[in-house]
C-alpha cells in the first residue's frame, strides 16, 4: 500500500514558478514510478509529466515541455514537479499517481492516487 499527499500548490501569477511535491508512505516507493497529472475545471483530467523509479527516464506532455521538470529523491519517497514560466492555462488541480510499469503511468490505469493540489494562475 502507498499513500501519496500532494502540497505546493497555490495562486502565482503568469510567468511565475512553483515547485510541487508529493510525499509517499510505504518502503516500497522506488520501485514505483511516478507521474503527474492536471485536472482543470470541466475539462477531463490529464497527463502531465512521469519519471521511471531510476529517476533518469522522464516522459512529459508536449504543453509542459521545456517549462515543467519532474524529479525524485528515493532517500526522502517524494516526487517533485518543478513548474516555471507558467500560464494560466497550466490553472488545475493537479495530482501524483504511482505505478509499478513506467509506461502505465501515463496510459493507466494507475495504483495509487494523491488527494490533489491546486495551482491557480492569474493573467
Known amino acids: 500500500q502507498v499513500q501519496l499527499v500532494e502540497s505546493g500548490g497555490g495562486l502565482v501569477q503568469a510567468g511565475g514558478s512553483l515547485r510541487l511535491s508529493c510525499a509517499a508512505s510505504g518502503r516500497t516507493f522506488s520501485s514505483y514510478a511516478m507521474g503527474w497529472f492536471r485536472q482543470a475545471p470541466g475539462k477531463e483530467r490529464e497527463f502531465v509529466s512521469a519519471v521511471h523509479w531510476n529517476g533518469v527516464n522522464t516522459y512529459y506532455a508536449d504543453s509542459v515541455k521545456d517549462r515543467f521538470t519532474i524529479s525524485r529523491d528515493n532517500a526522502k519517497n517524494t516526487v517533485y514537479l518543478q513548474m516555471n514560466s507558467l500560464k494560466p492555462e497550466d490553472t488545475a488541480v493537479y495530482y501524483c499517481?504511482?505505478?509499478?510499469?513506467?509506461?502505465?503511468?501515463?496510459?493507466?490505469?494507475?495504483?495509487?492516487w494523491g488527494q490533489g493540489t491546486q495551482v491557480t494562475v492569474s493573467s
Open positions: 499517481a504511482a505505478n509499478l510499469v513506467f509506461r502505465a503511468v501515463i496510459t493507466g490505469p494507475n495504483d495509487y
